[in-house]
């Protein structure tokens, strides 16, 4: 039961243009959504967060949308550069509890220069 | 200041055998999570220690165990290691045990032969 769904395996963008990574969810519970950014052999990184009490959140290049009713976040990257060509997960947890984080299984992104 | 620090970055194990994977939280984290993650899906919840006791456990075997000690370093330990156990293991550390930002690590790789 893959709570946390990227159904975008991949998406190419062009230098400088805006970069919009999709991530739906089906648990009502989950009130926290993350956003990580992971090149090759490192760790994830953590990019940007929202809890459910927002709708965005922004962070210099990246914005974060929540739809609550839709059960949707999207991550905003403007301008996209050639740095930013990694694979992002988006993860989902519940604030009170312990620290899951459910993720979903990423989006390869790719900037053409 | 560290990040979330992981030994050993790399290892090869045989079917049957034992392997410890360990993890340092950042300087001041108390909460420390352990994640799997096979190729082309994202990382799977293992454990969550905090102040030394666990708080959440995903669905993974008894093999799998881990345990937190006085200065809030981990370590995972996986016993009777099947082939389907390679993988990235990684170490998120927070401040808290809910709530709050996770970095990770750069991870263990592990591949079981």
């Known amino acids: 039961d893959q709570q946390v769904k990227q159904n975008s395996p991949s998406l190419s963008v062009q230098e400088g243009r805006i970069s919009i990574l999709n991530c739906d969810y089906t648990?009502?519970?989950?009130?926290?959504f993350l956003w990580y950014k992971k090149y090759p052999a490192e760790g994830p990184t953590f990019l940007i967060s929202?809890?459910?009490?927002?709708d965005k959140n922004e962070d210099g290049r990246f914005t974060v949308f929540l739809n609550k009713s839709a059960k949707h976040l999207s991550l905003h990257i403007v301008p996209s550069q050639p740095g930013d060509s990694a694979v992002y997960f988006c993860?989902?947890?519940?604030?009170?509890?312990?620290?899951?984080?459910?993720f979903g299984t990423g989006t390869r992104l790719t900037i053409i220069p | 200041d560290a990040g979330v620090t992981q030994s050993p970055t790399h290892l090869i194990k045989t079917r049957g055998q034992h392997v410890t994977l360990r993890c340092s939280p950042i300087?001041?984290?108390?909460?420390v999570s352990w994640y799997q993650q096979v190729l082309g899906q994202g990382p799977q919840f293992i454990f969550q220690?905090?102040?030394?006791?666990?708080?959440g456990r995903g669905n993974f075997p008894d093999r799998f165990s881990a345990r937190q000690f006085p200065n809030y370093s981990s370590e995972l330990n996986v016993n009777a290691l099947l082939l389907g156990d390679s993988a990235l293991y990684l170490c998120?550390?927070?401040?808290?045990?809910?709530?709050?930002?996770?970095?990770f690590g750069e991870g263990s790789w592990l591949t079981v032969v």
């Open positions: 998120a550390s927070s401040l808290a045990v809910s709530g709050n930002t996770i970095y």
């Open positions: 648990n009502s519970m989950f009130d926290y």
């Open positions: 929202i809890s459910s009490i927002k």
């Open positions: 993860a989902a947890a519940r604030t009170f509890g312990n620290e899951k984080l459910t």
């Open positions: 300087s001041g984290h108390k909460s």
């Open positions: 220690y905090y102040e030394k006791e666990e708080r």
